[in-house]
């Protein structure tokens, strides 16, 4: 019998998703209004411990309105990671500012080390503003991903932040769940400890509502703005008032209502990945020159993307093993292509691009949805297996 192809990432909709948007279409509250909007924000918020939550169109737009909140605006400069998805970086040019490409270290998220030595020797600080000494722009932002469900290096970015008077917007579209275990921010959720937080909800998510997105935030002021702007920036809810251009990112009562009831069931989401993601590890340590990534040692993961890493001596490289798991019907994804070297970032500044090529000839995501089945994550290691013979 003829194998069916094992999608790298697909939604698992086991819950009470159906419920919940039969009950939204039976209310006739199908659109941007409905009561399924305002629960949604309020449990994810209560789920990671922030102060609010507003909910809006995409990940995307979650970042777009992030940035306009946090005051980045034109002939401004954002700290970026090139090794990300092209969205965490697009809506700094949205806004009119420019991203500034920092490498990554071993965990994939932005590398520190260089953050600081950029900031220390190629900037200088004058009168509470960091001034990019290339470019003579303001360097006004840091924003960190949390890459494949990982956690950046938060305490580095916050102490690098509070010392030169930056704001820190944290892209954890892929780390819904991702906390800390250890060290001064213990407890803490990805996406909840620096200025504002966005989460994603796309069909590949952790959780997902089809699209659909969320703006975090501790500041209350901000999380206010937030929703005003998301909103078309309407001050007057009778007359359509409005007091400056906003934009419509709404999320549909509908998509909320699918995100509530996935919202109920992700700690067997990612208790089911983490097991997954251990039983990869176990079994393709076994294979000579392939290696799962491990996550930072002080999170706790969602461990949203398993990431093995390919040795430069493996028989096959990267695209050849792309195509060989293709022919045995497992879909695979290399790492995005390096932003920095995009075409319309190539003019943009890059410091110190050197893992981040590594780390894209050798890492290919291998399936990991919520509900693969122990049967199919054999039979991608029996394939690894064969593939290195």
């Known amino acids: 019998m003829s194998r069916e192809l094992l999608l790298l990432s697909i939604p698992n909709l086991k819950g009470k998703e159906i419920e919940y948007v039969t009950n939204a279409l039976k209310s006739g509250w199908v659109s941007t209004a409905g009561p399924y909007v305002a629960d949604f924000e309020s449990k994810l918020s209560e789920y990671v411990n922030c102060k609010g939550a507003v909910s809006c169109q995409n990940g995307t737009s979650g970042l777009h309105t992030a940035l306009l909140v946090c005051g980045i605006s034109k002939d401004c400069e954002v700290i970026v990671p090139t090794l990300t998805f092209i969205a965490a970086v697009n809506p700094v040019k949205y806004v009119g500012a420019e991203p500034v490409f920092m490498d990554c270290d071993d965990s994939l998220t932005m590398d520190v080390a260089k953050l600081k030595a950029f900031l220390e020797n190629e900037c200088t600080f004058i009168d509470g503003k960091l001034i990019n000494k290339a470019t003579k722009k303001h360097v006004k932002a840091i924003l ?8 950046a290096d938060m305490e580095g970015i916050m102490e690098l932040s509070q010392k030169y008077n930056l704001k820190v917007i944290e892209d954890a579209t892929e780390a819904l769940g991702t906390y800390y275990t250890d060290g001064k921010f213990k407890g803490k959720y990805a996406g909840t400890i620096g200025d504002a937080g966005v989460y994603s909800f796309n069909g590949n998510k952790i959780i997902t509502t089809g699209g659909g997105g969320m703006i975090v935030s501790n500041n209350e002021n901000l999380l206010k703005r937030a929703k005003h702007l998301t909103t078309q920036a309407k001050c007057d809810e009778l007359y359509f008032i409005h007091d400056e251009i906003g934009y419509n990112y709404r999320m549909t009562n509908i998509q909320a209502a699918m995100g509530l009831a996935q919202l109920e069931q992700i700690e067997h989401f990612i208790e089911t990945k983490r097991e997954n993601y251990e039983f990869y590890k176990k079994e393709i340590m076994k294979i000579p020159r392939l290696k799962i990534l491990e996550f930072r040692d002080n999170i706790r993961p969602n461990y949203w993307f398993y990431s093995l890493y390919i040795d430069e001596n493996y028989p096959l490289n990267r695209d050849e093993l792309i195509g060989y798991l293709a022919s045995k019907k497992i879909q695979t994804r290399p790492i995005w292509g390096l932003i920095s070297e995009q075409k319309p970032y190539k003019a ?3 410091y110190r691009i050197e893992k981040a090529f590594k780390y894209l000839e050798h890492v290919v995501n291998i399936p990991c949805s919520s509900n693969l089945q ?11 297996k064969q593939a290195g013979v």
Not at 144 to 151: D, E, I, S
Not at 374 to 384: I, R, T
Request: aromatic share 10%; charged share 25%; hydrophobic share 40%.
């Open 374 to 384: 122990k049967e199919d994550a054999e039979y991608v290691v029996e394939c690894l």
């Open 144 to 151: 960190a991903v949390h890459v494949f469900g990982n956690m």
């Open 348 to 350: 943009n500044q890059s």
